[in-house]
């Protein structure tokens, strides 16, 4: 992940995925959801660091990289400012964090050889 990775907003996921990657024959797919991520918000690295959902090789420490620039950045402010200026970085890092929390993992996943499932164009459509 680059400086890039964490403000890419533009490319930020918007609709749901399926990433699959074939390993000894099986298929592991995993979703992507295109929308808010609430848990994420709620929770921040904690809800990567525990959930199931979310265990790939890369990860944990991918998303550990923004909730600990978001501690230097409190502290630094509480340094400067004082202890008011600390809330608005709070509630602004958790929305940051929530919005870009499942682009994260997809950029993750995909840097873990998973591609994007592409539905076949002769399969029934589920209804």
């Given at each position: 992940?680059?400086?890039?990775d964490w403000f890419n907003f533009s490319q930020?996921?918007?609709?749901?995925?399926?990433?699959?990657?074939?390993?000894?024959?099986?298929?592991?797919?995993?979703?992507?959801?295109?929308?808010?991520?609430?848990?994420?918000?709620?929770?921040?690295?904690?809800?990567?660091?525990?959930?199931?959902?979310?265990?790939?090789?890369?990860?944990?420490?991918?998303?550990?990289?923004?909730?600990?620039?978001?501690?230097?950045?409190?502290?630094?402010?509480?340094?400067?400012?004082?202890?008011?200026?600390?809330?608005?970085?709070?509630?602004?890092?958790?929305?940051?964090?929530?919005?870009?929390?499942?682009?994260?993992?997809?950029?993750?996943?995909?840097?873990?050889?998973?591609?994007?499932?592409?539905?076949?164009?002769?399969?029934?459509?589920?209804?």
């Open positions: 992940m680059d400086f890039s930020r996921v918007k609709q749901d995925h399926v990433l699959v990657k074939v390993t000894n024959g099986q298929a592991d797919r995993k979703t992507v959801r295109g929308s808010i991520n609430w848990l994420a918000l709620i929770f921040t690295f904690f809800y990567a660091l525990f959930s199931q959902k979310y265990r790939t090789p890369g990860f944990i420490q991918k998303a550990a990289v923004p909730f600990v620039a978001l501690i230097g950045v409190n502290m630094i402010a509480e340094m400067l400012v004082g202890s008011g200026l600390q809330v608005v970085i709070n509630l602004a890092g958790a929305v940051w964090y929530g919005l870009m929390f499942d682009t994260w993992f997809e950029n993750q996943l995909l840097a873990n050889g998973y591609q994007i499932e592409t539905p076949q164009p002769n399969s029934p459509v589920a209804h």
